[in-house]
């Protein structure tokens, strides 16, 4: 019998494994409080952190893979007409690998918007106890809406030390902790699209008037500065690193290598090593792929390392950040025969086994990492038609894709996208 479409707030037990007691007088996390989830689900760790922060408590920290785990549950909520808590084993198999080490979780159904549930919650002594628990230091917040209660609210707090995970594509360029697109122009200026958070952008803004017509690479932080920063290879080999000033626009560039024209593809953003440092990986016209670890500080720790062969049946190659879930970047490429293939990396130097993710993909003129473009806590890729239109493939943290949607038109004048 399908329950009917009632009010209900459900908390799972404050009794924490005995694992949890160890970390009481652990640190507080370093990392600011910032929502990476968006519309509703963002307006939910706002409030929440206000409630902290009237009680005296630190703020919680946002999470992706929290948001990712408490949006999967929602919709699993919203999906199966059910009301029923995840179990700490299923929290666990999405977020230990993330470094989280328990987990607890408050559930709600029927309130209408974010300041209701919060008030419902801070209105409970069980929920009010989850909320301003200061063994907690990360929250995610997911939610849904279906035919039942027809609104779905999830929060799973967190505690423990989150691993550092570098995201795809060219980052928040523009400091409002949202992903970016940064596009080159036919006539050769670099713009960049504000993300708002959601799966959308605002209207373009000029980083680089004049860019002219060599291609850009994101790198992720490679400065180490907090910023993501693109970089450029000039005609005359000279590696040139534009270090992002997370305000729509680059600082000075500067020579960071030479010789750097014997390769036809650079791919920067990912850690190949293991060191959660952005790496630079270069491809040679002959398919060779070589490794520039990076020291964190606008430099190399070593010379290219040689790690792979035979990329030259690739015509497409990026760092898509972690899209399998396993805590480690991943690279996708797509082959000539159209089909998309993902190539993990072990987080020690090495590839994983390649599986294939799609089919019928040669149609399309650009393909990208995005990071977390649509605010879901996952990694997404951006996509190209001949027609100009921009498609979003939301990553579902698993290798996968959610439902495609189209999110921008007239993209056909841009001479790269990334």
């Known amino acids: 019998m399908r329950p009917s479409p009632r009010r209900k707030l459900v908390r799972t037990g404050r009794a924490i494994a005995a694992a949890i007691a160890v970390m009481i007088g652990a640190a507080v996390l370093a990392p600011a409080a910032a929502s990476a989830a968006g519309g509703p689900a963002g307006e939910v760790f706002t409030l929440t952190n206000a409630q902290r922060t009237q009680a005296g408590l630190p703020a919680l920290v946002s999470d992706a893979v929290l948001d990712a785990a408490a949006a999967e549950w929602a919709q699993h909520l919203a999906s199966t007409c059910t009301f029923e808590h995840s179990s700490s084993t299923w929290r666990s198999s999405r977020v230990a690998a993330f470094g989280w080490v328990s987990t607890g979780e408050n559930i709600a159904a029927g309130q209408p918007d974010a300041a209701a549930v919060v008030s419902g919650w801070m209105n409970s002594s069980g929920h009010r106890a989850n909320i301003l628990d200061s063994r907690y230091t990360g929250l995610g917040v997911g939610y849904a809406t279906g035919t039942c209660y027809r609104t779905y609210w999830v929060q799973i707090f967190g505690i423990g030390t989150p691993v ?92 960071i290598g030479n010789g750097w024209t014997m390769f036809s593809q650079l791919i920067g953003g990912i850690d190949f090593s293991g060191d959660q440092i952005p790496d630079v990986i270069g491809r040679t016209p002959g398919g060779d ?35 399998n879930g396993d805590a480690r970047g991943d690279i996708i490429a797509r082959r ?83």
């Open 164 to 255: 550092k995970r570098l995201s795809g594509g060219a980052g928040d360029l523009t400091g409002d902790r949202a992903a970016d697109i940064l596009a080159r122009t036919a006539t050769g200026d670099l713009l960049i699209y504000p993300g708002n958070g959601a799966g959308g952008f605002q209207g373009p803004v000029t980083a680089a008037a004049g860019w002219g017509d060599r291609p850009f690479t994101t790198l992720g932080d490679f400065s180490g500065d907090g910023i993501p920063d693109i970089a450029r290879t000039e005609a005359d080999g000279r590696l040139m690193l534009h270090a992002g000033n997370g305000r729509c626009g680059f600082l000075a560039p500067v020579q």
């Open 289 to 323: 792929l070589f490794l520039y670890p990076g020291n964190g500080r606008s430099g190399w720790l070593a010379g290219g390392t040689r790690i792979g062969n035979g990329w030259q049946t690739m015509d497409t190659m990026f760092h898509a950040g972690d899209f």
């Open 336 to 418: 000539l025969d159209g089909t998309l293939w993902i190539y993990p990396t072990t987080g020690r130097g090495s590839w994983g086994s390649p599986s294939q993710i799609g089919v019928g993909w040669a149609s399309l003129t650009a393909v990208f990492g995005a990071g977390d473009f649509d605010g879901s806590g996952t990694q997404d890729i951006v996509a190209r038609t001949s027609a100009g239109a921009l498609l979003l493939y939301g990553g579902n943290g698993r290798g996968g894709f959610l439902a495609t949607r189209t999110i921008g038109s007239g993209w056909n004048g841009m001479s790269q996208i990334g």
